[in-house]
């Protein structure tokens, strides 16, 4: 059967430079049609493919960043975007284009919690990025000036070769983590309870975050038996 054909119409001259007629050309462009179609359609379905994968992303609660091999933010889903326009982040690209472990760096000097935390982000990323781990997971404080909030930080890999790509997630965990203090605040007053008093802490040392938290906890035994009236031995 005939395919799609192309014309080309032009005059045609005779030995007199007269124009007696026309001559018309006819290219079969079934071949070149055929791509077209084919490079629509792979257009069509790769958009179709890119909105599912935002859509997808955006409907997910926590805050995701897609990387490339060198650490730069392709791609954030609409938690991002409203996280940091809650906290005052100004740029409208909302970090695409930037270099997330560029963004590390500022606050990785000295030895603060928050600079460990950041070396700690970084050094997690490149280890993906750089196939020598699987995935790295951390969990850090991000407190606001009106509320102490904790995440928890994912990081994944997929793809090989110059299409590497690292999905970076946030997760809000603090009411997990406010239950688990709230657990281990009750576990250590019943320990202080049931050990008769001061003589569970002979152990600790300075620093030792248990000993801290048991003191911590024994001072508030203390105020809600004064409270009652009742005696602390």
Known sequence: PRGPLSANIGPLHDELG?????????????????????????????????????????????????????GVILRVNAAWRRFA????????????????????????????DCAVDARKAARGIRAVIAGESPSFMMEYPCHSPTERRWFTMRVNRFGEGDGVRVVVSHEDVTERSEAEDARAHTAARLRIERGGGYGISARACQGDPLHQLEQASRLEVVEARRAVGTHVH
């Open 18 to 70: 007269r124009v007696p007629g026309a001559i018309n050309v006819f290219t079969d462009v079934s071949a070149r049609r055929a791509a077209e179609l084919a490079h629509r359609e792979a257009e069509r379905e790769r958009r179709a493919a890119a909105a599912l994968l935002e859509g997808s992303l955006d409907a997910l609660s926590k805050h995701i960043a897609i990387l490339d091999g060198q």
């Open 85 to 112: 326009e809650e906290n005052g982040y100004g740029e409208r690209t909302f970090g695409v284009g930037s270099n997330y472990l560029d963004a590390c760096a500022p606050h990785s000097a000295g030895d603060s």
